[in-house]
């Protein structure tokens, strides 16, 4: 199974976004653009996790999200990775106040680690991926068409992501609620 951890958004957010990538398609061409649906906050991509290791991978996160409490973020930019000069994500950014989603995914990182999974030593950039340019090109950065949205963080999920011609189809296996 091809599984992550995630923040599920709600519907009228990922609409929102919706309408950002409609206005950004009539700038920024040759883009692969998410599923409204699709769109979510990864915290960590696990790969590839056998059946016997599901169980683990449970146990281990539940105490890495046990001291946290349900807070918001804001979408706050556009940004591009790796960068201007040769695009190839386009996405939102987030305003991580206190720094509670970093932690959250700090802690997540470290307890996951403790089953083998690569610790990423990158530094977290909160982000929302709103589409995959097919060729990595130079852009101008579009405006951010959407003022204000404010995300409630409430709960983290572990995805299956299941691959098809059609895109990626996530399951959702386990949901934590922040308490």
Not at 67 to 82: E, K, L, M, S
Request: contains cysteine; charged residues 20%; hydrophobic residues 45%.
């Amino acid at each position: 199974m091809r599984l992550f951890f995630a923040l599920p958004l709600p519907s009228h957010v990922q609409a929102e976004l919706a309408t950002c990538q409609k206005i950004w398609s009539k700038t920024v061409t040759n883009v692969k653009w998410v599923k409204e649906e699709n769109i979510h906050l990864t915290l960590k991509f696990l790969g590839e996790v056998s059946a016997n290791q599901l169980k683990q991978v449970a146990a281990a996160a539940r105490p890495a999200l046990a001291g946290y409490h349900p807070f918001t973020i804001r979408v706050n930019r556009a940004g591009v990775f790796p960068h201007l000069q040769r695009a190839h994500i386009l996405w939102v950014g987030l305003e991580d106040h206190n720094n509670m989603l970093t932690k959250l995914q700090r802690d997540l990182e470290k307890h996951l680690a403790s089953l083998g999974f690569p610790y990423d030593t990158r530094s977290f950039t909160p982000h929302l991926t709103l589409g995959r340019l097919r060729q990595p090109t130079r852009i101008k950065l579009p405006v951010l068409p959407v003022d204000n949205l404010v995300i409630p963080v409430s709960n983290v999920v572990l995805y299956e992501s299941i691959l098809n011609p059609q895109g990626p189809v996530y399951r959702q296996l386990l949901r934590i609620e922040l308490q």
